[in-house]
């Protein structure tokens, strides 16, 4: 059951975020909004650091810094938010040193520094995604409320695959243009869209791992229909263009 609060977050404060919840699994208080949708609460400060691009089968450290609570007695864990998923609580802490699940996944705290780290071995596709350190405030029944830190972002490479360049297509409907990126590795690529005109607005989103490991992307922008685009893609070393000009027959057989 939510439950509403009349706390409101401070102008410019980002640091923790909260969601009022009832319920949940083990213990582990099961969540079905989007962080950025959650609101600040009192002056927690939930830090997380870490992530970033890391080999499938090694070993994954994360640390969460903390202040504005007394640490010794909170309740502290870990969640992770994979892309399509609900939240997941991975471990929780209360005033034990260690707290080990699933056999390699490990949570410990140090009192003296206040904070908390997340260790997960044998690291696989499924352990990309969003981790956040979490804080339970409450009598620990349905009135408890969360709060979380704004999370780090892991990355799974599988590595099987030596660096593998994209292919490039441009896709025009009227005044929106697509560029597709697809099947390459390793992840870090940049993507740009220029136009003849002026160029409205364009956004990147990369997609992937897939199941081969290697990544898809996407730019879409909007320009003007009777302007020439060109999609610029720069991946280990190496520059491709595309363009598309008004009137050009698309990879799928129909003219724009």
Do not use: A, N, Q
């Given at each position: 059951m939510v439950r509403s609060t009349s706390q409101r977050p401070k102008k410019g404060s980002?640091?923790?975020?909260?969601?009022?919840?009832?319920?949940?699994?083990n213990g582990l208080p099961l969540l079905t909004l989007p962080p950025s949708l959650l609101h600040s609460v009192e002056q927690s400060v939930l830090k997380e650091s870490g992530g970033g691009s890391h080999q499938a089968g090694s070993i994954l450290k994360l640390k969460c810094e903390t202040s504005g609570f007394q640490f010794k007695t909170s309740k502290l864990g870990w969640y992770l938010w994979a892309p399509g998923n609900a939240p997941l609580g991975l471990t929780n802490l209360s005033s034990s040193s260690t707290d080990v699940t699933e056999d390699r996944i490990t949570t410990s705290r140090e009192d003296s520094r206040s904070r908390i780290f997340l260790q997960i071995k044998d690291l696989g596709l499924r352990d990309s995604g969003q981790y956040h350190c979490?804080?339970?405030?409450?009598?620990?029944?349905?009135?408890?409320?969360?709060?979380?830190?704004?999370?780090?972002?892991?990355?799974v490479e599988t590595g099987l695959g030596n660096p593998l360049s994209p292919s490039v297509f441009l896709v025009r409907s009227q005044d929106a243009m697509a560029c597709l990126i697809r099947n390459f590795y390793?992840?870090?690529?940049h993507v740009s869209l220029a136009s003849s005109g002026p160029l409205i607005s364009a956004q990147t989103h990369t997609l992937g791992p897939m199941a081969n490991g290697n990544y898809n992307a996407i730019q879409i922008g909007r320009v003007g229909e009777n302007h020439t685009v060109t999609c610029t893609v720069k991946h280990i070393g190496k520059e491709m263009n595309m363009s598309h000009k008004p009137g050009m027959i698309s990879p799928w057989g129909e003219e724009d």
């Open positions: 980002r640091e923790s975020k909260f969601y009022l919840l009832g319920g949940g699994i979490v804080r339970r405030v409450g009598p620990g029944d349905d009135t408890d409320k969360l709060v979380f830190g704004l999370g780090t972002d892991v990355t390793p992840k870090e690529i």
